[in-house]
Structures are given as C-alpha cells and as structure tokens.
C-alpha cells in the first residue's frame, strides 16, 4: 500500500510442517519518502525453518530429536536512488534464533543451540541499464551464540557478493562471485 509518502508491505504465511506442528509466520515493512530518491526503511518479521531429513536421521550422524529453528528479524535502512539507473541501500538488523541447528566438530551431530543472535549491516549497490545489471552487496556481523557468548561456528563475519548479466534476447550470460571470510570451526 502507497499512501503519499509512506510505503507499507505486509505478509503472513501460514506453514503445516508435519510432525512439528503449524505456524504462522508474518513480515512487515514501512517506508517512508524522506527526500526524492531517498526511503528511510524499517522492517519486522518472523522465521520457522524445519531440520531436513538428512539432519534428523543421516546414516553419518542424524539427530532425530532436533526442533525446528524459530527466529524474529529486525531492520532499519536508507535507499538511495542514484540516477536513473543505480540505487544504493545499507540496513543494519538483528536476528534472534532459538534452536539454531548446528553441527559442531568433533563428530559434527546436528544440535539445537537454545539462543542466537546475528547483528550487523548489510549495504548494496544494484544497476540496471539496458540488457545490462550487476550487484554488489555486503555483509558484516557479529554472529554470537547467546548461551555461551561464544562466535557461531561457520557464520563469516564478513562477505562479498558480485553479480553482472547480461540479457540476450532469450538467453541471459551473468557470472557470480562470492568471498567471505574466516568461519570457525571449533577451537
């Protein structure tokens, strides 16, 4: 919905998830028009992700007593439109998780971790002209497991994503890249 200068988006979705019960889930997001070209964000919502068949009962080392993930995500942003062309975004957020599934060494068993947060910003560059687009975002955050106050295991602190494409006609040719860095994987 537009009214004016404000921007209001909202969803609810409804998952039956099988022997883990039923869940709704929603998100929501208002923008609000500061300048022209320039929209102040902000955004709420919630998750529910389901271990797969392979975490719960893998041959090399299921967990069939696993719980799904349950998370609540908050964000507050500025987009920037830069030309007819370009816009530029940077949000900061906060995602907190309860039962985030993780498989720590040494056997690396999935586990329900009981808290988690991942806080940080997030900036993009986006591009569209013509047949041509490309990307480029970028993450840094603080991934922390609340129980322990220790760093999560395999959640980079940092990444890059890069994306260029080019539409011909039917066909589209693009090449992606993507860098992080460090991931922990135990002491």
Do not use: C, M
């Not at 980079?156 to 994306?163: T, Y």
């Amino acid at each position: 919905a537009t009214y004016g200068r404000n921007h209001l988006v909202g969803a609810v979705n409804y998952v039956h998830a099988g022997q883990f019960g039923e869940r709704f889930n929603w998100n929501a997001q208002y923008g609000f028009d500061l300048f022209q070209g320039t929209r102040l964000i902000a955004t709420a919502g919630s998750a529910f992700h389901t271990p797969t068949a392979e975490d719960r009962f893998s041959p090399y080392g299921g967990n069939p007593d696993l719980q799904p993930e349950k998370a609540q995500d908050y964000e507050l942003g500025v987009q920037q439109t830069l030309g007819a062309h370009q816009t530029a975004e940077v949000r900061v957020f906060r995602t907190d998780v309860r039962d985030l599934i993780n498989a720590p060494p040494p056997n690396y068993v999935p586990e329900n971790l009981g808290h988690a947060r991942l806080e940080g910003v997030q900036a993009s560059w986006h591009y569209v002209d013509g047949g041509w687009s490309a990307r480029l975002d970028g993450i840094a955050q603080n991934p922390r497991d609340l129980d322990d106050d220790s760093v999560l295991q395999r959640r980079a602190r940092l990444s890059v994503n890069a994306s260029l494409q080019r539409s011909l006609g039917r066909y589209d040719l693009g090449a992606n890249f993507y860098a992080a860095g460090r991931r922990q994987d135990g002491d």
